[in-house]
Every structure is written in structure tokens, then in C-alpha cells.
């Protein structure tokens, strides 16, 4: 974590602190400030993720997961053509659609008409799927409370 962000002779460090992706001052000088923040790793499965995975190793923003829990915790890529995350378009018919994964199984909602609503529609699956951890295309207002 340390050396990604902080070593730029590390193979990493291009996709992290090239990007000015950081470690805390708290925990990139005392593993003990670290350990008391995040506690033990649950399993040898889960590793250190970031919620926002362009912020900063940094409390609240970390959490322990595993490999398909940081599958879809990652920034949209170059190769993502149409700007919204979990969308396609499939060319014959001219609709959208969403897809999700689901303990390794993907997940389609097809015949969407516009890719907002396709990404309006992997959002809420993405919530049902991953809570607060959900990578979502738009932010969203919390409800009123209803007092």
C-alpha cells in the first residue's frame, strides 16, 4: 500500500501514486495507528479496498474485501464506451441494456431505451448487490426522514 503510493520504483506506482493516490501520514508511519483503525484481515481472502478508489488510503475510506468484493470497486477504464458503468447497447435491436454480477453470474436487464436509464437501472442493482460499497453512475439524495 505504502510503496504504490509512495515509491515510484514500484511496478504500481503508476496506478496509484502517479494518480496522487495517497496513504495517510496516520498509517504510512505506524502499522500500530494502521491495525488499531482497520483491526486484523477477516480471512486471508480479503485484502485493503477503498471506497472511493480515486481517495486515499485513509480511515473511512478503507475496508477489508475480497477479490469479487474489489471487482466492481474500480475506476471506469478507456475502454468503457458509453460513460456509465454496467451499460451496453445491443446493436441489432437499438436498446440498452444493464448488467450486474452476482456471485460470479451476470446479471442483465435488456431493452432499456436510453443508456441513463440503463445506468439508472445497474445502479439499483449494484445497491441491492453491494450496499454502500455500490460503485453508482449517479449520486443520489437521501430520502426525508419521515418524522
Same mark, same amino acid.
Do not use: M
Given at each position: 500500500m505504502v510503496k504504490r503510493c509512495h515509491d515510484p520504483n514500484e511496478?504500481? *506506482?503508476?496506478? *496509484?501514486? =502517479?494518480l496522487g493516490i495517497k496513504v495517510c501520514d496516520r498509517w504510512r508511519y505506524s502499522f500500530p495507528a494502521f491495525f488499531e483503525d482497520m483491526g486484523p484481515k477477516p480471512t486471508p481472502a480479503?485484502?485493503?479496498?477503498?471506497r472511493d478508489s480515486s481517495g486515499d488510503y485513509e480511515p473511512g475510506?478503507?475496508?477489508? =474485501?475480497t477479490d469479487?468484493?474489489?471487482a466492481v470497486n474500480r475506476r471506469l477504464t478507456q475502454l468503457n464506451r458509453f460513460a456509465y458503468r454496467g451499460v451496453g447497447k445491443k446493436p441489432r435491436c437499438n436498446?440498452? *441494456? =444493464?448488467k450486474a454480477t452476482?456471485?460470479?453470474k451476470s446479471i442483465f436487464i435488456s431493452g432499456? =431505451?436510453?443508456?441513463e436509464e440503463a445506468a439508472w437501472m445497474y445502479d439499483q442493482m449494484a445497491l441491492a448487490i453491494h450496499g454502500e460499497f455500490a460503485h453508482l453512475n449517479f449520486v443520489y439524495e437521501?430520502?426525508?426522514s419521515s418524522c
Open positions: 511496478k504500481s *506506482y503508476l496506478k *496509484y501514486g =502517479a480479503h485484502s485493503i479496498d477503498r475510506n478503507c475496508r477489508w =474485501a469479487p468484493e474489489q436498446r440498452w *441494456y =444493464a452476482f456471485e460470479g432499456l =431505451a436510453t443508456p437521501p430520502l426525508p
